[in-house]
């Protein structure tokens, strides 16, 4: 076993844990990344500087083995299936893989007495929303099964606080975006569903356009609005969430958003502001499921993290993707 107390960072090699395994390491944390790129690239993790393992969070005999070689003093749970539409044709794959697989991870814990568990929850785990902008006191009444399953995991952390101590921070992130600035890594989905990499893919003539889902929301300009958070925000609130566990910190839900909300038109007005181009746009039905506003209320972060976002506004997501796109590897890790 070595020596150094090392955090095992499950989905370490997909979007958000990999820029989170980034700003770690910058802090000199030793990680085991633990992927089965299933949907993580290799190329995203820092081979060399971290120990990365390819294997399924349900194998509990890879889990002990990286629980017997390491000092592991907290998880970073990144891993898990993230689109809402195919959750609500495909149940079980979310059930099992955000709530049954965990379970090997967290009986993994009990046994080896590691008690401090970084949670990447969602704002889907509110549902509707019932309150503009949105607490972590709002109702939990989750409208999909990817939302359920999180907000599930959620109720079995709390279980495992009260039978022998895990303690927990759910991190329920507004709509992650964005990539580092260096342009090296960056958000490659298969099939990518998100709104700004598809307006940027547009501009860059890999789709022929954009579909605007919805244009008679009750919004300012009739196309819904949503909380746009920086993927590098994100990750400085895990190591802060991180070091709320290691001070002894009490398990607790925060929310991570900006507080600012912006319409699909802005952004898709903000694409071709910075890229100088015209993002070819269609206008479509609406996107069953979707609200018309997502804004997250930001205060608790502030106060028991001392977390705030740095990137307010969009503009900075927008220029980081479109680096990321027409850069060397053209928003594509190899496969
Ligand atoms: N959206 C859109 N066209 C697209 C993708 C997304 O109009 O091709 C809209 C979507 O309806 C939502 C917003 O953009 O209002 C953000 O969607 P995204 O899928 O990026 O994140 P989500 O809100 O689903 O987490």
Request: hydrophobic content about 35%.
């Given at each position: 076993m070595e020596s150094?107390?090392?955090?095992?960072?499950?989905?370490?090699?997909?979007?958000?844990g990999s820029h989170t395994v980034r700003q770690l390491l910058k802090r000199n944390e030793k990680m085991v990344v633990l992927d089965n790129?299933?949907?993580?690239?290799?190329?995203?993790?820092?081979?060399?500087?971290?120990?990365?393992?390819?294997?399924?969070?349900?194998?509990?005999?890879?889990?002990?083995?990286?629980?017997?070689?390491?000092?592991?003093d907290a998880v970073l749970h990144f891993a898990a299936s993230t689109y809402v539409g195919e959750s609500v044709s495909d149940p079980l794959k979310y059930y099992?893989?955000?709530?049954?697989?965990?379970?090997?991870?967290?009986?993994?814990?009990?046994?080896?007495?590691?008690?401090?568990?970084?949670?990447?929850?969602?704002?889907?785990?509110?549902?509707?929303?019932?309150?503009i902008p949105m607490a972590e006191d709002h109702p939990q009444q989750p409208?999909?099964?990817?939302?359920?399953?999180?907000?599930?995991?959620?109720?079995?952390?709390?279980?495992?606080?009260?039978?022998?101590?895990l303690k927990s921070v759910f991190l329920r992130y507004f709509n992650a975006s964005g990539c580092d600035p260096n342009g090296e890594i960056g958000e490659d989905h298969d099939p990518e569903t998100h709104l700004i990499p598809r307006v940027l893919m547009?501009?860059?003539?890999?789709?022929?356009a954009i579909t605007v889902f919805g244009t008679d929301y009750?919004?300012?300009?009739?196309?819904?609005?949503?909380?746009?958070?920086?993927?590098?925000?994100?990750?400085?609130?895990?190591?802060?969430?991180?070091?709320?566990?290691?001070?002894?910190?009490?398990?607790?839900?925060?929310?991570?958003?900006?507080?600012?909300?912006?319409?699909v038109t802005e952004i898709i007005k903000t694409a071709e502001d910075?890229?100088?181009?015209?993002?070819?746009?269609?206008?479509?039905?609406r996107r069953p499921g979707d609200p018309s506003e997502l804004i997250c209320d930001p205060r608790k972060a502030k106060e028991v993290l001392g977390w705030e976002a740095v990137h307010k506004d969009p503009r900075s997501h927008i220029e980081g993707?479109?680096?990321?796109?027409t850069g060397p590897k053209r928003g594509r890790y190899s496969r």
């Open positions: 150094q107390d090392t955090i095992l960072v499950t989905g370490g090699a997909g979007y958000i790129l299933s949907y993580g690239h290799e190329e995203a993790v820092p081979v060399g500087a971290v120990t990365f393992v390819r294997g399924e969070l349900a194998d509990s005999s890879t889990l002990e083995s990286i629980f017997t070689q390491h000092r592991i099992r893989n955000n709530i049954a697989a965990p379970l090997t991870v967290l009986e993994t814990m009990q046994r080896h007495q590691c008690k401090r568990f970084i949670f990447s929850s969602t704002c889907a785990t509110y549902g509707d929303p019932q309150k409208v999909n099964p990817y939302g359920a399953s999180k907000w599930m995991l959620e109720r079995v952390l709390k279980d495992c606080d009260r039978a022998w101590g547009a501009i860059a003539g890999e789709i022929p009750p919004t300012p300009d009739g196309t819904c609005i949503r909380d746009y958070i920086h993927v590098n925000d994100l990750a400085s609130a895990h190591a802060l969430a991180l070091e709320h566990l290691r001070k002894g910190g009490e398990s607790t839900a925060v929310n991570l958003g900006t507080g600012r909300g912006f319409s910075i890229t100088g181009k015209r993002v070819p746009v269609e206008y479509g039905p993707a479109w680096k990321w796109l």
